[in-house]
């Protein structure tokens, strides 16, 4: 499977799937998970830690599961620091002040926001297969719950840009 986790040293007018996102090829069995990936990504250290060196995780599956998981949490602090910044925006834009250094700072907002909606709506994938494949329900449907919640709120950012 292929998943794209988000890159937070990305440039700051970066907006498409290439600059804001780094790509993890995970292949799996009942005996093995290997990841492989361009750039080094400390989310793959943070789950060996956390979870393999401490013998948390008994299958490649419980594996599998808390490193999506952890895929998709790389998108929480993005959501967040776009909403607020479409908040700055939003202030700005009522306020009246400089309005063309406004429209280009949307612009790349809003092209942010739609490339994270675009890479999860594209990871959905993922879950589905998940489900299919006997991964422990109530695991899968906790990642679904995050899933849901970070699509939500980068729909919220696209619509607020867009009702700017």
Do not use: W
Not at 117 to 145: C, H, W, Y
């Amino acid at each position: 499977m292929i998943a794209r986790i988000f890159d937070n040293d990305a440039h700051l007018e970066a907006d498409t799937i290439q600059e804001l996102t780094n790509k993890v090829a995970i292949f799996y069995s009942e005996k093995f998970l290997i990841t492989i990936h361009r750039h080094p990504s400390s989310l793959v250290q943070e789950i060996q830690d956390k979870y393999i060196t401490p013998q948390l995780v008994k299958t490649p599956a419980e594996l599998l599961l808390r490193l999506i998981k952890g895929i998709f949490k790389t998108y929480e602090g993005p959501a967040h620091s776009l909403a607020e910044e479409l908040d700055f925006y939003e202030a700005k834009t009522f306020l009246n002040q400089k309005m063309p250094p406004l429209i280009k700072g949307l612009y790349h907002l809003k092209r942010k926001a739609t490339v994270c909606r675009r890479v999860l709506r594209l990871s959905e994938i993922i879950l589905t297969n998940m489900q299919q494949g006997g991964f422990q329900p109530t695991a899968v449907q906790d990642i679904k719950d995050l899933y849901i919640h970070l699509e939500t709120q980068f729909e919220e950012v696209n619509d607020g840009t867009n009702n700017l």
